[in-house]
């Protein structure tokens, strides 16, 4: 049984949103204010006769020639490592850089709750976590998150090893800092 586009406009409906509605080419676009995303565009895709459905947000950044390209798809992977469903395309022609969630369907109807939590999940983690990190980034090179994953990498360490193995470790890195060799 797939599902429709009618069916996601009634569940866009239900929530009270405008959006464009574009059979011919399988798609709606709507889009939301956000805080970090301006404007933020969705492209809501139903192909494979109604079986596989993709939440695309487009055009999120142009880094074609940038400076830190290589340290935001770092980040970019980072950040799909540590979300569920959240995926991020690159463009090699002309550097877009989009986030997408999508899934097959297959055998079964899309329920609106599903939709709902890919669509929320889609504009939370793109607006509220992703690009607050990937605009630090791209002004400094320097990426935010790899103090958490520092934090995680501690309380990894203060589990499996022995009480105060933590403060000689702090004491081994303070004297190669001393001898300049860190």
Known sequence: MATTLNQ???????????YDFQPENSRIITGVNADNVDPFAIVITLTEEGEYLELAAPQLLQVQNHLYKGVLFQTLLAISWSTKMLRWEYDPIDGEIRASIGFPLEDSPLTEQQFNRALSGLIHLVDEYAMPRLKIVLATGYDPGEKELGERLLLTLQEILPDGSLNLLEK???????RGTV
């Not at 996601?8 to 405008?18: C, P, T, V």
């Not at 081994?172 to 001393?178: G, S, T, V």
Request: no cysteine; glycine share 0%; hydrophobic share 40%.
């Open 8 to 18: 996601i406009a009634r569940y866009l409906d239900n929530r009270d949103w405008k």
């Open 172 to 178: 081994a890195i303070e004297a190669r800092k001393e």
